[in-house]
């Protein structure tokens, strides 16, 4: 079973459900639109071949159709937006294989996707389950046994069986509600279960058994915490493991393209990292909109998303092209309270900071949607030790949170997603034990998502506490770059992983 539907939980769901291995997922949430958001995130190399290796076709399909029309560079620039290195979208795209290179794409369009298919609804365009061609093993190649998706409490593979031997067909799927208030009924809402509110879990001779808040359990060989950076799953697994205040805020909103004032190229189209001469951080993206939504559903009004609600708030909205900017500094050059602030107070405050920088940055700021302004105090994991393997594990922000500022939290969570899928498909194919599986993974995601960690706390660090002569030397670097053409290319290969 697995704890939190987010991106790195759902992903794993499509994996080890096209793998024939049972599978059931439990999200807080109460309806799908609970917890969509309207940040466009980006999805690199790493992310898009661990989407390609999860998902059904029809999915990753369907990802292909929502991601960012635009094919925007990247810019490194001052505070006067004068660029001292910028990419085209053609340098960075990388590899053109589809199936490993960078993509914009909003995060409510790669909610659908990953829940197309899990919640009993068909999949848009949906192919038969199994039908995909990702190299995972056909379903039936693996027994879908006696605990399959939904089955109450019908005797899921006991934890002996998970560590002596194969996973069987139905050692991660969850038999819910045994003496609890309410229970699933087999096999009729698909594999996301809504409105589970995780609490705890014990681990005894029938597997491991989750609480909910609703009173409910559910049983399974074994339970992935997904839950994300207050990963309840990982309190009570590593109950030593900290998430440390890195000390800096960030400020993010959203400018609408069809705002007051047009924007300038690098800003209409290009990705941003702004460098400023005295202090602070700027990140500017791009959405170019949802080719899916007007494409598939053109008996649909604007505003509607793929699955029919209707949202009215911009920030939900991902049918209108817009910038995203995020602004940092340290949180002590904040008024106090600023993580409560409304928009558009954080607007004039980011205004007033920024009074001597480029008029095109502040026009960005300053035509922004209130609504879709707020500020957010910074935190990121600190190392965690392997710990003695065991039937609960974790995955995604439940274990390596870290702060945005790479870009590569969602891309880290996929890749776990992949890592573990493969591994429990090795298991059950009998190539290894259960358990030495899940050693073996969280070796490999303990090793490179506390090296993305790491990169990430650099990148916030740097924006918290200016230092002129290192910012010299970074710019002086990023300008030989942008002149030499080789080491052009050599940083191009390496952009955003
Ligand atoms: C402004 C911003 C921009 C970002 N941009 C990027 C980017 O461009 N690229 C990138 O790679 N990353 C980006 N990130 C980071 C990225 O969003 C996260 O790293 C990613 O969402 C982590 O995925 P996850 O599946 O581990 O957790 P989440 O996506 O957070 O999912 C966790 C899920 O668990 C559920 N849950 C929580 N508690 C419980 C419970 N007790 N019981 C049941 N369910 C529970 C939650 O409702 C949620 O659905 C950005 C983050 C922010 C804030």
């Given at each position: 079973m697995i704890i939190g539907g987010g991106i790195g939980g759902l992903a794993l769901a499509h994996g080890l459900r096209q793998a024939g291995i049972g599978v059931a997922v439990y999200e807080r949430a109460q309806a799908r639109t609970d917890w969509l958001q309207g940040y466009r995130i980006h999805i690199n190399p790493h992310g898009s071949s661990a989407l390609h290796a999860c998902l059904p076709r029809s999915n990753w399909e369907e990802f292909l159709a929502t991601v960012s029309s635009t094919d925007g560079g990247f810019g490194f620039t001052?505070?006067?937006?004068?660029?001292?290195l910028r990419f085209t979208g053609a340098e960075i795209?990388?590899?053109?294989?589809p199936t490993a290179r960078h993509y914009g794409v909003s995060r409510i369009s790669l909610r659908e996707v990953l829940l197309s298919g899990l919640d009993g609804a068909a999949p848009v365009g949906a192919a038969p389950m199994g039908a995909a061609t990702n190299g995972a093993v056909p379903v039936g190649a693996v027994p879908v046994g006696a605990a399959s998706v939904g089955t109450a409490s019908s005797g899921a593979a006991s934890v002996g069986a998970a560590s002596s031997g194969a996973v069987s067909g139905g050692a991660v799927s969850g038999g819910a509600g045994s003496g609890g208030a309410g229970s699933d009924s087999p096999g009729s809402e698909g594999v996301l279960r809504l409105g589970k509110r995780f609490v705890r879990y014990e681990v005894g001779p029938g597997g491991v058994t989750a609480y909910f808040e609703d009173g409910t359990t559910a049983n399974a060989d074994i339970l992935v915490g997904a839950d994300g950076a207050n990963s309840r799953v990982r309190h009570q697994l590593l109950p030593h493991a900290r998430r440390d205040d890195t000390g800096v805020l960030a400020v993010a909103g959203k400018y609408r393209h069809d705002g007051s004032a047009a924007l300038p190229r690098a800003l209409a189209e290009d990705a941003n990292m702004v460098i400023p001469a005295d202090r602070g951080f700027l990140f500017t993206a791009v959405w170019k909109h949802d080719r899916k939504t007007v494409a598939t559903r053109p008996d649909l009004p604007a505003g509607l998303l793929v699955d029919n609600f209707l949202l009215d708030n911009f920030l939900l909205d991902n049918t209108a092209d817009y910038t995203f900017w995020a602004y940092a500094d340290?949180?002590?050059?904040?008024?106090?309270?600023a993580a409560e602030m409304p928009g558009d107070e954080l607007i004039r405050f980011v205004l007033d900071r920024t009074r001597t920088w480029s008029p095109a940055l502040r026009d960005l700021f300053a035509g922004s949607d209130p609504q879709t302004v707020n500020a957010v105090p910074l935190k990121s994991a600190a190392p965690v030790s392997p710990w003695r393997t065991g039937p609960v594990t974790l995955l995604g922000d439940a274990i390596h949170n870290m702060t945005p500022m790479g870009g590569i939290g969602a891309n880290t969570a996929l890749r776990d997603a992949d890592l573990l899928r493969r591994n429990l498909i090795a298991a059950a194919r009998g190539e290894l034990g259960v358990l030495d599986s899940l050693g073996r993974y969280e070796r490999e995601m303990l090793d490179y998502g506390f090296r993305a960690v790491k990169l990430s706390l650099r990148n916030t660090r740097q924006a918290g506490t200016p230092n002129r002569a290192r910012t010299a030397m970074f710019k002086t670097v990023l300008r030989m770059v942008n002149r030499v053409p080789a080491l052009r290319r050599r940083m191009a290969a390496s952009f955003g992983s």
């Open positions: 001052t505070d006067q937006l004068s660029d001292l795209a990388g590899h053109q294989d340290a949180a002590d050059q904040f008024p106090p309270g």
